[in-house]
Each structure stands twice: as C-alpha cells, then as structure tokens.
C-alpha cells in the first residue's frame, strides 16, 4: 500500500476537522444552550436566575431540608407561576431595550442615549425585585414558623459564603 500526498492531505484534513468540532463540543456550557432572557440566564429572582422557579428558590439548595408539604409545594409553586407570568412582560421589555441598545462601536458617544437607556433599564430592574420581594413575602406566608427560622439560618450560613464566583469567560 502507497501512502500519498494526497491521502496525507485527506487525513489532515479529517483530523482537523475532527478537532475543531471536539473543541466546539467541550467549549460549550454543561447544562445546555443558554436559557431564554436578555444575558441569557435570567436574573436575580426571575426565570432561570437564583430565587427564580428553575433550580434554586425553595426547590433547590436553600429549601431542601425544609420538609415541605405537598400542598406547600404546590401553593408554591402556584405563586411561582403567577408571579413568572406577570413578570414576563418586564423580562420581554428588559429584553427589548438591551437589544436596542446603541452600539459604542459603530459611531460618535452619545451620553445623553446611554443615560436614558440606563435610566430604563434600572427602572424595569426595579420593578423585578419589587416583584420578586412580593413574591417571597406571599411565599414566606405559606412556611411555618420552624420553616421559616430554618430558611434564615441557611441563608445567613449562603450569606457567609460570600458571593459565588464570576463565570467563565467565552
């Protein structure tokens, strides 16, 4: 058998290739593509963010030894759901003006535009957590008392840990 250039070629191509796709598969997040929101993730309280219905909240970490009946889990997960449905269109206009946003590099600064579409953006923030506050404080009405000093315990225990760290960069 003849090894030729040509087959040389072929197979360093192949190999390449071959490289190529399994760095793009290893490159990519464990957990997936990126869920919906405007970064991609979510927010603090909302859909796919810490406090929010997916993963964290009083499902995952934080209300794990909490001994939640069925019905609290269900009058949970009910307010949950309302407070996700109401909050979808501050999500879907947060989502709006980040994605007409100005972009720096394509012309002359325009601080005023910056200032506004900040100014925008803080205030839908601000209607989330005052949301997301409400939310827990209907939730907190649902816990018994001994769920409630268990809740706060772990949280202070959280709040020791200090934050989490930043995430990888792409």
Do not use: C, Y
């Amino acid at each position: 058998m003849r090894i030729t250039w040509k087959k040389i070629s072929i197979a360093s191509i192949a190999a390449v290739v071959v490289l190529a796709a399994a760095a793009f598969a290893f490159s990519q997040r464990p957990d997936g593509p990126p869920r919906p929101g405007p970064f991609g993730g979510g927010f603090r309280g909302g859909p796919g963010g810490p406090g929010g219905p997916r993963g964290f909240g009083l499902f995952g970490p934080m209300g794990r030894d909490l001994n939640l009946t069925d019905d609290q889990k269900a009058q949970i997960k009910k307010i949950q759901d309302s407070f996700h449905e109401g909050d979808k269109a501050l999500f879907d206009q947060l989502r709006t003006l980040h994605q007409n946003e100005a972009d720096p590099f394509s012309g002359a600064f325009d601080e005023a535009a910056v200032r506004s579409a900040a100014e925008a953006r803080a205030k839908v923030q601000i209607e989330l957590e005052v949301s997301h506050a409400k939310m827990m404080s209907q939730i907190a009405s649902v816990l018994t008392a001994d769920q409630k000093a268990e809740l706060a315990a772990k949280r202070a225990e959280f709040q020791k840990q200090g934050p989490p760290p930043p995430p990888d960069q792409p």
